[in-house]
């Protein structure tokens, strides 16, 4: 299961702290943090699904979803940065066109890093992320989730998201375009599932959200 995807910048020369989350799903029944149902459950002697939320509670909630993305983000940050330092060159001079780019290994940076538990999240997770450019993405899933299969889905998001949206090249319209996003990380993520898809089920998936991303 996928607890959450995000894309966000990357800044080799700002430093790990300078990373700026441009967009994010956060996924499961009604993706609220995890430590603040807990909470809430202890104040309360509740279960979460019985507690009625105030617009405050739902506001101070939506600020920690917002502060536990940005810290994973600035640890995918910190993880690029030392690799490209490393291994030197800079990718971000590639052809515009990423044509291909996903196919070797070479000309992107990716890893995988383990979240412990109650560092930002209740429960230990782990988070799989690729960066290629000035632009990270990041599966934070849970900790006993298949990496080879989050990485596959992580590089089929990529492709998809700069042939329809220029993620990649153009990220700064991802914030005018997060309807068109929204409609790819549901095709390949539906509801967070991690899906097996062969070739045949990766092409009907295609013509699924070519048609649903007309008109967008």
Not at 73 to 78: L, Y
Request: with cysteine; glycine share 8%.
């Amino acid at each position: 299961m996928v607890y959450a995807f995000i894309i966000h910048t990357l800044n080799l020369s700002a430093g790990a702290g300078m990373c700026r989350v441009l967009y994010s799903s956060v996924f499961g029944s009604d993706g609220t943090p995890d430590y603040c149902l807990a909470n809430m459950e202890d104040q309360t002697g509740s279960s979460p699904a019985s507690v009625t939320l105030s617009q405050q509670q739902l506001n101070d909630m939506r600020t920690v979803r917002k502060e536990q993305l940005a810290l994973v983000a600035r640890q995918v940050q910190s993880e690029y940065s030392f690799r490209k330092a490393v291994h030197g060159g800079d990718h971000a001079e590639q052809d515009t066109s990423f044509s291909g780019l996903l196919d070797d290994p070479s000309q992107f940076e990716h890893g995988m890093f383990r979240l412990k538990g109650g560092d930002p999240f209740q429960g230990e997770k782990i988070t799989v992320w690729l960066g290629l450019g000035s632009v990270g993405l990041a599966l934070i899933c849970e900790k006993n989730e298949n990496r080879l299969l989050a990485e596959g889905a992580l590089k089929l998001l990529a492709r998809y998201l700069q042939e329809h949206v220029q993620v990649l090249t153009q990220p700064a319209e991802l914030l005018t375009k997060g309807d068109r996003v929204a409609v790819i990380v549901h095709q390949f993520l539906p509801s967070g599932r991690l899906l097996f898809m062969n070739h045949a089920v990766t092409k009907q998936i295609e013509r699924d959200m070519d048609n649903l991303l007309r008109g967008k």
